[in-house]
């Protein structure tokens, strides 16, 4: 019997949570995992924040868990981890982008981006930081910087057993293909650095965990 | 365990009502967009060989249409938001009483939590209320069943059927196994189409069959598959509905019987006796009003409900376990105090921006009240564009300025009252409005904010975009033309991007004491252009920048609230974030400063 794990990934519109929701449900449900998945739509389009919650196990019964439910928090833009903090479950990993996106009181100048989010999650919670626009802009297109994330997910939420390659090939156009690839591995890279050598060997094995500030 | 498979695979619950509906052998489906519903219609579309999938402009109108195909002797479907019932009642109560012939279901998607939605309401109440049958889903694979049951019951009991489904349903995503589509014998269409014409003495027929109807219908809800028990001893029996039974096995797990209820209106009373006197306790777990639990207790049967369970906002497994079992959740303490709110805005080059900037510059100087719509425009009341008042259902807001301007002049105090509409809202009930103000003499100001598309849903097209649902093309109304045929004398058509002449034509149709129609007419940013519209609506820059010499550091250039905009406090200048601009000048035309330039030649 496989107990129920429970992800939930944050982010920002746009930022391509939708595709990695879509990527892990395809890979778990290809595993033989029983796997629901909740989605919001509706604001997410105008800049909102959004969410995803991913669910997998031998039977899952709610597609959602409410706050202090999640095993993991992964979150594609670091304000938003802090935001939804309260959903992780007490020794619940964070995998928190080292990326910022300015909402609009922040774009008017009415108030600051946090400077400390880092390190109030550090402090509360087994926090993962990846760079992972830097990854991205490194490998050729900012916009990959889901698919790094999600190469980060698989190592800290110990999914690495299944082999994700030919679900990214399904889901991703045949022209990005190698570059999200790419993200993934070096997503994954990030995460544990120490992993078997894996086909992508012209993946920077740069030391990308930031520890701290 | 389900085995992934080619008929095996993960569906949202919207895909899962198409898919059921395709199989049943549905042949005809009309809606009207609305969130959590949109993508049902999106799904049925794509069968295009076997279903006529269309947009409607409202939703009575789209179940108007299904009801004219159910008679025609086909399967029909309408989808909406749970708002949109309230459009469509009136043809449903009179539908309830007339019957079908082919089977009809219509789709009503609830939104608890207020996710998108202006407000709460629990439809489930609209099936006694209408007198009809009502299916609940509580995840993907019972969508797609429950909607082919759906047919079955609306031909064998001559009634449409309600099929409620909420925000969590019908976007969240589980297994589901693929059948065959199944056209059923074709039913020709009744050479006696009496039963049809509701006038008073057949509908008073009509009436006393209806509660024939009802009776046998309750006891198909006693013996129906959808109602079912699961026993796992007397200790806790729960009876519980649609999402809310997914929370209850969560928290309960085999602690706990269910009364797992999917069939329910009319309930089934045997069912719900004979499940209450075995167990010790009994819950009603169910999201927002107390629905099954105001009948169970009509029964004379005691339970414990929405005095632990809140009835308000949507449930969630904690929810529950707090609620009845008093198990606080553990969460992580963490100091939130940083986190800075994040609204949903405009997006960057959004055509709504230039006009309600305008707009509410000139309401501060004068006594405006601005009657808004429901859409993307409604943004325009966040800060800082700050212009718009009001905002209270799809097509109000030219039938509220109406009657605001008319007291407003009786009064004599000289206030102006401006509706601002989008094109699809227009559409859908602001033509009416339109009317009335044409017809009664009213000197409101209505801007239709013609942005091309159905902007706020999700890109649909509408009867002004010049293609059907299933990518036919078809003759654009006119919005131009409508208007002046409802007798409009003075109407201009003006682009959003360019303020002076947007402020111009405000003044223009503040200084007339008649009814006006300012058309503001650019096609919302995400929308995929033709060629004839990219030639007509193409800025001059790719995107904008901010020659820093020449920024002053006055911030007026944030007062257009872009996202591409922001205020650097270390240099005290504004910035413009390339990727992010498109270039529409919105933000350059109010520097005052000239320091926003077009950034390609910034860059030459
Ligand atoms: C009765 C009803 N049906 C549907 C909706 C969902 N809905 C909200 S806004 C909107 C579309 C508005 O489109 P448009 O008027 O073109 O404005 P835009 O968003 O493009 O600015 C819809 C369908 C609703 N709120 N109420």
Not at chain 1, 181 to 204: C, D, H, I, M, Q
Not at chain 2, 153 to 176: A, G, Q, Y
Not at chain 2, 354 to 372: N, T
């Amino acid at each position: 019997m496989r107990e129920t794990t429970s992800l939930f990934l944050v982010g920002v519109g746009g930022q391509g949570t939708v595709l990695v929701t879509a990527i892990l449900s395809k890979g778990l449900v290809a595993a033989g995992y029983d796997v629901k998945m909740a989605e919001v739509h509706g604001m997410s389009q105008r800049g909102g924040s959004v969410s995803t919650q991913v669910r997998y196990g031998d039977a899952v019964y709610s597609p959602i868990v409410g706050r202090g439910g999640a095993d993991a928090l992964v979150a594609f833009e670091t304000m938003e981890a802090l935001r939804w903090i309260e959903y992780l479950k007490p020794g619940g990993k964070v995998i928190v982008n080292d990326f910022r996106i300015a909402s609009a009181p922040i774009l008017m100048g009415q108030r600051d981006y946090p400077d400390n989010v880092l390190d109030i999650l550090k402090a509360c919670a087994d926090t993962t930081v990846i760079e992972a626009s830097d990854i991205a802009v490194e490998i050729g297109n900012p916009r990959v910087m889901n698919l790094v994330l999600f190469g980060a997910l698989v190592e800290s939420a110990a999914l690495s057993a299944i082999d994700w390659e030919p679900v990214i090939r399904s889901s991703v156009k045949p022209a990005f293909l190698e570059m999200n690839l790419a993200a993934f591995r070096a997503g994954r890279n990030a995460v544990s650095p120490g992993e078997p050598e894996r086909p992508a060997r012209k993946t920077p094995r740069k030391k990308i965990v930031k520890e701290s500030k | 365990m389900l085995m992934s498979s080619p008929k095996v695979t993960l569906l949202s619950g919207n895909e899962a009502v198409a898919q059921g509906a395709y199989e049943a052998g549905v042949v005809y489906a009309s809606a009207y967009p609305g969130t959590p519903s949109t993508e049902i219609l999106e799904t049925l579309c794509k069968f295009r060989d076997d279903v006529i999938a269309e947009w409607a402009p409202n939703e009575k109108v789209a179940f108007e249409s299904a009801l004219g195909a159910s008679i025609a002797g086909g399967r029909a479907l309408a989808a909406m938001k749970m708002v949109g019932v309230n459009v469509a009642a009136d043809p449903l109560f009179s539908a309830a009483y007339s019957g079908v012939n082919g089977g009809l279901v219509l789709v009503s998607a609830d939104d608890p939590g207020l996710h998108s939605s202006q407000n709460e309401q629990d439809n489930r109440h609209y099936a006694p209320f209408m007198k009809i049958p009502m299916l609940e889903p509580s995840d993907s694979q019972e969508s797609k069943d429950m909607m082919k049951a759906a047919f079955d019951i609306s031909e064998n009991f001559d009634t449409p059927v309600l099929f409620r489904m909420t925000t969590r349903i019908c976007h969240s995503k589980s297994l589901v196994h693929l059948g065959k589509r199944q056209e059923g014998p074709r039913r020709l269409c009744p050479l006696n189409l009496t039963k049809f014409d509701v006038v008073p003495a057949l509908a008073r027929r009509h009436r006393v069959r209806l509660e024939a109807r009802l009776k046998r219908l309750a006891e198909y809800s006693e013996t129906c598959e959808f109602n079912r028990i699961e026993w796992n001893g007397p200790k806790i029996g729960i009876v519980t509905s649609g999402i809310a039974y997914q929370y209850a096995r969560e928290v309960f797990a085999d602690t706990a019987s269910y009364l797992k209820l999917g069939f329910t209106h009319p309930l089934p009373v045997r069912l719900i006796r004979d499940f209450a006197s075995k167990v010790e306790v009994l819950y009603v777990v169910e999201e927002l009003d107390p629905y099954l639990e105001d009948f169970i207790r009509q029964q004379g049967i005691t339970c414990i409900g929405k005095e632990k369970i809140p009835r308000i906002f949507e449930l969630d497994p904690a929810i529950v376990a707090r609620a009845l079992l008093g198990r606080e959740p553990e969460t992580i303490r963490a100091d939130m105090s940083p986190v800075v709110p994040r609204p949903p805005v405009l997006c960057a080059g959004c055509p709504h921006r230039g006009f309600f900037y305008e707009l509410g510059k000139l309401a501060r100087r004068r006594s405006v009240v601005i009657s808004g719509d429901i859409g993307c425009y409604t943004l325009g009341g966040n800060e800082p564009l700050k212009a718009l008042d009001l905002c209270i259902c799809m097509g109000a807001g030219p039938s509220m300025a109406h009657g605001a301007q008319k007291v407003f002049n009786k009064f004599g105090d000289g206030t102006r009252v401006v509706a601002t509409i989008g094109d699809s809202t227009f559409f859908h009930t602001g033509i009416a409005s339109l009317m009335n103000a044409v017809y009664n003499k009213s000197n409101t100001i209505t801007c239709i904010l013609d942005n091309r598309i159905t902007g706020m849903t999700g890109q649909q097209d509408n009867p002004g975009s010049g293609t059907t649902l299933q990518g036919e093309s078809t003759p654009p109304i006119d919005i131009e033309a409508v208007v002046r045929a409802l007798g409009v004398r003075h109407v201009r058509v003006i682009s959003p991007m360019d303020l002076t002449h947007v402020q111009e034509t405000l003044t223009w149709a503040f200084d007339l004491d008649e009814a006006s129609v300012i058309i503001v007419r650019w096609p919302c940013v995400l929308k995929k252009l033709d060629r004839e519209e990219r030639d007509e609506y193409t800025h001059k820059a790719k995107f904008m920048t901010v020659v820093e010499e020449h920024c002053s550091g006055c911030r007026m250039c944030l007062n257009v609230g872009c996202p591409a905009v922001s205020f650097d406090r270390a240099t005290g200048k504004a910035r413009i974030d390339p990727n992010a601009c498109n270039g529409c000048s919105v933000c350059a035309q109010v520097c005052k400063w000239s320091a926003v330039v077009n950034g390609d030649s910034a860059n030459a």
